[in-house]
Nanobody, 126 residues
Framework: QVQLAESGGGSVQAGGSLRLSCAAS???????????MTWFRQAPGKEREGVAS????????NYADSVKGRFTISQDSAKNTVYLQMNSLKPEDTAIYYC????????????????WGQGTQVTVSS
């Protein structure tokens, strides 16, 4: 069972930056490189939404329209860690951010993901 552990959340003023990390381990069914790693977020009273994804092996990335040009997803295969660099943060980015993993194909559909981290809170004040 894949284990995911997020870190790096916190409070920041609008216009600021944060970098989230997701350390992955226990890849019993396949190699880390065969996974799609995705960041989701969930604001109070809202559905969980996909923010950014990366297919580890190919490096292909995808972003939600709301974060394009501000957020960057990357990964370090040597550390089995995925990052989300968040710049020009806005109050509407306030949410719990979750790291998720699934084999092979990337998606922004929550139901497609087998493995989830516990989440990390990001709060952006105006």
């Amino acid at each position: 069972q894949v284990q995911l552990a997020e870190s790096g959340g916190g409070s920041v003023q609008a216009g600021g930056s944060l970098r989230l990390s997701c350390a992955a381990s226990e890849f019993a069914d396949s190699d880390y490189r065969n996974y799609c790693m995705t960041w989701f977020r969930q604001a109070p009273g809202k559905e969980r939404e996909g923010v950014a994804s990366i297919y580890v092996s190919g490096g292909n990335t995808n972003y939600a329209d709301s974060v394009k040009g501000r957020f960057t997803i990357s990964q370090d295969s040597a550390k089995n860690t995925v990052y989300l660099q968040m710049n020009s943060l806005k109050p509407e980015d306030t949410a719990i951010y979750y790291c998720a993993a699934r084999l092979y194909a990337c998606s922004f559909f929550r139901a497609h993901y087998n493995y989830w981290g516990q989440g990390t809170q990001v709060t952006v004040s105006s």
